[in-house]
């Protein structure tokens, strides 16, 4: 028997030290990283060390709602996409909340506003804790269109 919770293809998740209350992650078992929609994105240097600040659309088709984050730069990592596309893209730890636990996830950042979720989530942040359920979505709490309080 095991003792991780059951999620499903798609949950809402926190990212608190950024600043975002919720967003709709689709879980990528495929992807070892997680991926966070950035735009905006500019480097700068604060404490002789890498900082990166960029804007991001925490709802899907919503391009008002806008939050503004910051965060040091913890590596920079060549990621080739589902299209077989290859890219460079700078890598933020930061804190996620998922079904009342919060844990430490490394987070690419890319330009994610021509995709559905503004997230997703990789294997190495589930892979202590959860299971995925394909057939499922919002195990978790919420609806296709509001997060787990709002329900």
């Known amino acids: 028997m095991t003792d991780k919770h059951i999620i499903g293809w798609r949950e809402w998740v ?3 030290d950024l600043g975002i209350g919720w967003v709709k992650a689709k879980i990528d078992t495929g ?3 997680s991926a966070l929609h950035a735009f905006e994105l500019e480097r700068f240097t604060q404490d002789e060390q890498p900082w990166v600040r960029f804007s991001m659309h925490p709802k899907q088709k919503d391009i008002h ?3 503004y984050c910051t965060a040091p730069v ?3 990592r060549m ?3 589902s299209g077989g596309h290859t890219e460079s893209r700078p890598v933020i730890t930061t804190t996620l ?3 009342g636990a919060t844990r430490s ?5 890319t330009d994610r506003d021509s995709m559905l979720f503004r997230m997703l989530l990789g294997r190495t942040a589930i892979k202590h804790s959860f299971l995925v359920s394909p057939g499922q ?3 978790l709490g919420g609806s296709r269109v509001q997060p787990p309080e709002l329900v």
């Open 14 to 16: 926190g990212l608190p």
């Open 31 to 33: 992807a070892r990283t």
């Open 65 to 67: 709602a806008v939050v």
């Open 74 to 76: 913890v590596d920079e």
């Open 79 to 81: 990621v080739t996409d």
């Open 97 to 99: 909340q998922i079904n």
């Open 105 to 109: 996830i490394e987070v690419t950042l």
């Open 137 to 139: 979505s919002f195990m």
